[in-house]
T-cell receptor, first 114, second 113 residues
């Protein structure tokens, strides 16, 4: 019954490989995100999708391609992996509250590129 | 656990004390702010939020204060417990209607029993 679930939790791969991370939310939210967290814990937004449509793309290299088959899913495909791609990647979805927009995060995918 | 050389601001408190975590935000046009808690190996978890037309908001054991004049946000945790040990992030919405949360650096809170 996890609200935002992403798989796999750990991903170890060689430089140059292509890999995908999947994300699903069962909260009925319209907006989903990918965030990257580096080794210093700095969290930076990568992409945002609203109802399957890309609305934010934060100058991420085009080796990263998000895909949203429906509003409950936002997958991240990464081509030609580089050492610098090693990080924890978080998927999130959001809900508009009376105050603002509250993000719910998945538990993260730790990507290690060797 | 946390890796060596994380260089996060840290705050160490005794169990039962009150904690205050501070954050300076960058964009004077930001209209919405959130505090998140991230425990080791988990994703960030929502704690409390506040809009820019407010200067204080209270939740259960937590209070957020907003000072727009100096672009400062603080999170107060009352009667801190060991379970409060985590990295705390402030975030601001700098994207207007296209909500885009920009996260601050994070503060590592350690609660000593």
């Amino acid at each position: 019954d996890t609200a935002v679930s992403q798989t796999p939790k750990y991903l170890v791969t060689q430089m140059g490989n292509d890999k995908s991370i999947k994300c699903e939310q069962n909260l009925g939210h319209d907006t989903m995100y990918w965030y990257k967290q580096d080794s210093k814990k700095f969290l930076k937004i990568m992409f945002s999708y609203n109802n399957k449509e890309l609305i934010i793309n934060e100058t991420v290299p085009n080796r990263f391609s998000p895909k949203s088959p429906d509003k409950a899913h936002l997958n991240l495909h990464i081509n030609s992996l580089e050492l610098g791609d090693s990080a924890v990647y978080f998927c999130a979805s959001s809900q508009i509250t009376g105050v603002g927009e509250k993000l719910f995060f998945g538990s993260g995918t730790q990507l290690s590129v060797l | 656990g946390e890796s060596v050389g994380l260089h996060l601001p840290t705050l160490s408190v005794q169990e039962g004390d009150n904690s205050i975590i501070n954050c300076a935000y960058s964009n004077s046009a930001s209209d919405y702010f959130i505090w998140y808690k991230q425990e080791s190996g988990k994703g960030p978890q929502f704690i409390i939020d506040i809009r820019s037309n407010m200067d204080k908001r209270q939740g259960q054991r937590v209070t957020v204060l907003l000072n727009k004049t100096v672009k400062h946000l603080s999170l107060q945790i009352a009667a801190t417990q060991p379970g409060d040990s985590a990295v705390y992030f402030c975030a601001e919405n700098s994207g207007g209607s296209n909500y885009k949360l920009t996260f601050g650096k994070g503060t590592l809170l350690t609660v000593n029993p």
